[in-house]
């Protein structure tokens, strides 16, 4: 049992971060937490969240918060390029029991988890460098300042400052994915989550409540393009369904390079990596935000069992390591999908594509 006066820092206040203090706090400890940009922000996209997601929230007392915001999901629909039919995904048979599965906007995400962390952000503050010891961390902030800690939470992301300070893996990798993303006002109506899968590049499209629509869609490539909403335009004009009408209304695109990585050590010392600085990699399951927050309440279950600090480490590392080992392999299992030609693919969607893309979260239906 670890004791209650136990000095956390936890750094970066994203998906993962929030959800730590949250679970900690919910375990009796007082953490601090520390987020360089200025203020919580506002992230305009969208964001998807399967059933486990759902499960992990639950846990720590943020789904019915959660749940006025967006708009449940309770069917994928897979299509070709010209936006006929593949294959389709029940949500609510594959996740009954589980959790609801949602897709609604970042910031919202971002608010419920900000508030279940107490609020207790302190922005505009970045981690400099990191002097070990052996049951304890001094930490020295960018502005000069130095505190000592107990445990130091790496929720920096995937470019993590803190995993590069606590000198474990190298920078991430491309994966050789560029993603963009965009919200819709109006648009055609959908009531599904929606990708029609092309060569090497798809489109996916899901309302998230309020008339938005949240679109995603990717190609196979390293380079960010100079205009991403011309972009996006070109690559996609040929495409059917709702694609025409949702590249019409679509105003902003952003566009990222996707990375992956796998750190060798996610616990050097009295340091614990969790969310992307742990395990960052493809979005194509839509289980960031899921695998973060089940990081989260196994730290603190593990903490909160264990002995010692270095036990509680341990324990969480070797539960979680499995589940987002599983979650990097089937992420790759599905982007190889879009290397097979649509002219042999998808005649195997039609047939067994439902069985294939369920099979993907299969173990993530077990609890964490
Ligand atoms: C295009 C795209 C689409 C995606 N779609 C989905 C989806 O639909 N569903 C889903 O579940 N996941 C999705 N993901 C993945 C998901 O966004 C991430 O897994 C999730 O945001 C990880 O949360 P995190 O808190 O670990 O990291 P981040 O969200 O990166 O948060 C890290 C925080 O740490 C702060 N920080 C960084 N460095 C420092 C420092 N040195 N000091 C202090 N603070 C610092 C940052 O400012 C940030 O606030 C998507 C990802 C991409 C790229």
Same mark, same amino acid.
């Given at each position: 049992m670890i004791e209650s006066s136990l000095r956390v820092l936890i750094v970066g206040a994203g998906i993962a971060g929030l959800a730590v203090a949250r679970a900690l706090r919910l375990a009796g400890l007082k953490p601090e937490v520390v987020e360089r !940009? /200025? @203020? /919580? @922000? =506002? =992230?305009?996209e969208g964001i998807y969240l399967p059933g486990n997601a759902a499960r992990a929230l639950r846990e720590l007392d943020l789904e019915a918060p959660l749940r006025p915001y967006g708009q449940v999901i309770e069917r994928q629909r897979f299509l070709d390029a010209c936006g006929g039919r593949l294959c389709e995904v029940d949500l609510t048979r594959l996740w009954a029991g589980v959790g609801e599965c949602r897709a609604l906007p970042r910031s919202d995400l971002h608010r419920v988890l900000l508030s279940g962390a107490g609020g207790a952000v302190r922005f505009d503050t970045e981690v400099y460098a990191l002097r070990p010891a052996a049951s304890s961390v001094t930490v020295t902030f960018a502005d000069g300042r130095e505190g000592r800690y107990d445990l130091v939470v790496g =929720? %920096? @992301? !995937? $470019?993590s400052t803190v995993r590069a300070l606590a000198g474990v893996g190298g920078p991430p990798r491309p994966t050789g994915l560029v993603a963009y993303r965009g919200v819709v006002i109006g648009g055609p109506p959908l009531r599904d989550w929606t990708v029609l899968l092309g060569q090497r590049s798809g489109f996916l499209v899901m309302p998230m409540g309020g008339g938005r629509l949240y679109c995603y869609a990717d190609e196979a490539s390293t380079r960010l393009p100079a205009d991403p909403r011309a972009r996006l335009r070109e690559l996609f004009a040929g495409y059917g369904g709702p694609v025409p009408e949702v590249l019409d209304a679509v105003d902003r695109v952003h566009a990222a390079v996707i990375e992956e990585l796998d750190p060798g050590?996610?616990? +050097?010392g009295r340091v614990v990596l969790v969310g992307d600085a742990a395990h960052a990699c493809a979005p194509s399951l839509c289980q960031g935000a899921a695998m973060a927050v089940e990081d989260a309440v196994v730290l603190a279950r593990a903490l909160t069992a264990a002995g010692t600090v270095e036990e509680g480490l341990a324990a969480y590392e070797s539960r979680r390591r499995p589940r987002t080992t599983w979650v990097r392999n089937r992420t790759h299992d599905r982007d190889r999908? $879009? %290397?097979? +030609?649509p002219a042999l693919r998808d005649p195997l969607l039609r047939g067994r594509g439902g069985r294939i893309f369920e099979e993907h979260y299969r173990l993530l239906v077990e609890p964490a």
């Open positions: !940009q /200025p @203020g /919580p @922000g =506002a =992230a305009e =929720a %920096d @992301g !995937q $470019r050590c996610w616990s +050097p999908t $879009r %290397d097979v +030609p």
